[in-house]
């Protein structure tokens, strides 16, 4: 069996959105929001840039900004504001940020007291219980500088109405709970639409919470923002009123708050504060019969009470944190070759999009009754322009695959499963692979429609296939469904080399494209191994050689992308997968000179920027059809930053599962370095029979 480990080969593939830098630079231009509360598709808040401790009391969600939380810390009496601006608080300013695959982290000087707040969102692999708990830390740290003892208070408050609202005026439910080790607040639309989103994408059901940890110096209490902020700044506490009375307000000023006494602080004092926005159930799946059932959270299969989970979460955070830096130092050791401070923002913020893109089920029966061994990961195409609420496509699947098998390479089955249940079923009729799971998430649907993706969403489903198993060791998924897989290796055969009316993950549709061709033929060999791995005697391995044309499609210095068009050029981003799974389509001797291709990125520097995308081949030059897809530098529309849909997916469905905008000054000259001239292997020679 060829099962190479995954980690070793990290530094040849480079897949650059997978080994994000442990932290960036300071002030890095390249992006226009950093994740705050970023845990589902759902529970997914970012904050502007530049930041500012105004600017942290918003939050941005879709389209949507509004006030998120305040944060204030009273220090010998004079309360200051952290995040938001509120008449009874001095303001601070921010002086540092610091971006991380888990953490952002904002640096203040409040007077004698430096202090850092951190919003981190565990990523956890192997523990698919933790993966799957829908809350995030706030955490704060304070020293003091000046060597001396001073009084210092915390207090923290969310309008969660804000994040709950589909229409203003909606009665909503509100509840305080001690449970002995913690507190918690939780709010909920009164009237819960299941499996439904508003006109601004979010979500009509669930329940939103702040907790921390329970102790005598803990008060908390629900009612105007104004008056809870006053009391606090009065006398440092608030007046514990519990909130189960208030049910059905609908005043927008109501807020959640929680505030902890730290008492006298000399050198160090930590308070930690969580977050949470839990659905269950969480997405609708619909069977091959037409049967709907109810997926739920991964976490219930061990917790069935909120307080319980609520607990453990809290109870966990030093343990998060150590396993937290313990994972980051690992990236930092498999991404030390390319240390660049764009490159790390890039990178750290899109491994935590893609997880919070996503969200781990369990069936639940209609009795209640959990099923452990029927897990489904389902993602959401959080960012992109159109069909913003597919499930599971598989391009961007295909995307975001090396990171999962990367950091929990057992994810990849149940990520997989939702697509494979389905067209493996007789009512799949295609016989090449379908676009997705859907259009219309939470809700699953399926169809057999044609459409002209088949070669590259073949391509993909075979090539994540085999990724899985080398990463895994588990063959248990190409076994149930081998018979689903030779039937797409059979299309591929037949149409791969000479491509007639596709369309390629670029939107592409010209015949005999070049990159196209390599995927194919590299799915293809992957099938062969796949079939060695489970004892079938197979001559995938000889189908497909590269006939005269695909030869032509390699000029001295770059990549065609049509057979045999020398006027035209390609990235020739598909051969990553050959160097991933070391398939070994593309011939050693087979190098990639950079100057045509890098050049071709500098002569359109301008045209990128404006254009805010990065072409894949001249065919989608910028000066051209991508001129469709310009948006306004700093636009803060995630709904439509998809960077355009005409560059490398391994870059641009990444990108779709970022919801903000990014400034694009650095990422022409970053790409031309990473993804091509570190990726890319390409040159004098001819791709090699498979």
Known sequence: MRILP?????????????????????????????????????????????????????VQYITQAFPGRTALVRIDGVTHSIFGQLAYATQTSVIGRNVTPTRTVFTFQIGPIALTATFFSPIEPGNWVRQSTPFTYLAFELNAT?????????????????????????????????????????????????????????AEWGQYYLATAMSDVVTYGVGPAGTLVNTFATQGS??????????????????????????????????????????????????PIGQSHRRVPYFKTRYSSIGDLIDAFIGDFMGASSRGLE???????????????????LLSMATRSVYASTVLTVEESSEGV????????????????????????????????????????DLGGPLLEPLLRYQSSGYYLQ???????????????????????????????????????????????????????????????????????????????????????????????????????????????VSVCPPTQLRLSFTAIHVLAQYGNVSSWSSGYNMFADIWLQTNVISEDVRFTRPLLVEECSDTVADIHSARQIPADREHHPNASHRRNRYTVGQPSPR???????????????????????????????????????????????????
């Open 431 to 541: 016989s090449y692979a379908g676009l997705d799971a859907g259009t219309s998430y939470p809700n699953t649907s399926f169809t057999s429609a044609v459409h002209l993706q088949g070669v590259e969403q073949t391509a993909n489903m075979l090539i994540m296939m085999y990724a899985y198993v080398q990463a895994s060791g588990n063959s248990t998924l190409i076994k149930t469904y081998h018979p689903l897989l030779k039937r797409w290796t059979d299309y591929l055969i037949s149409t791969t080399l000479f491509t007639t009316n596709q369309v390629s993950g670029d939107l592409l549709n010209i015949n005999n494209q070049t990159n196209l061709a390599i995927k194919g033929i590299i799915a293809i060999k992957a099938m062969s191994f796949m079939c060695e791995i489970v004892g079938e005697s197979t001559n995938y391995s």
């Open 146 to 202: 000046d060597g001396n003892t001073h009084d210092v208070q915390l207090y923290v408050h969310a309008v969660p109405e804000n994040f709950l609202l589909a229409d203003a005026g909606q009665p909503i439910t509100w509840s305080t709970v001690s449970t002995g080790l913690s507190v918690y607040e939780m709010v909920q639309l009164q009237n819960q639409r299941v499996f439904s989103e508003n006109a601004n994408g979010q």
């Open 6 to 58: 995954f980690i070793s080969r990290l530094a040849v593939t480079l897949l650059p959105f997978l080994l994000p830098a442990p932290s960036t630079a300071q002030n890095s231009p390249l992006t226009n929001s950093l994740p705050l509360e970023v845990r589902t598709p759902y529970f997914n808040f970012w904050t502007p840039v530049p930041v500012s401790d105004t600017a942290l009391g918003q």
């Open 238 to 287: 608030l007046n514990t009123v519990p909130a189960s009375s208030l049910e059905g307000t609908s005043d927008l000023s109501t807020a959640l708050a929680l505030s902890r006494n730290l008492g006298n602080v000399t050198t160090k004092a930590t308070a930690v504060f969580a977050f949470g926005f839990v659905q269950d159930p969480a997405v609708q799946y619909v069977d």
């Open 327 to 345: 994972l980051e130092n690992q990236i930092a050791i498999d991404s030390a070759e390319f240390p660049d401070d764009y490159y790390a923002t």
């Open 370 to 409: 959990l099923d452990p061994t029927d897990v489904m990961m389902f993602m959401k195409n959080i960012g992109a322009a159109v069909s913003a609420n597919r499930v599971n496509p598989a391009e961007v699947l295909y995307a975001a695959f090396p990171m999962f098998m990367y950091f929990d390479a």
């Open 640 to 690: 439509h930053v998809t960077f355009g849909t005409n560059y490398s997916p391994l870059i641009h469905r990444m990108y779709a599962l970022i919801p903000y905008s990014f400034r694009f000054e650095h990422v022409r000259r970053w790409f031309c370095r990473y993804e091509i001239a570190k990726t890319h292997t390409v040159g004098n020679g001819v791709a090699s029979d498979i």
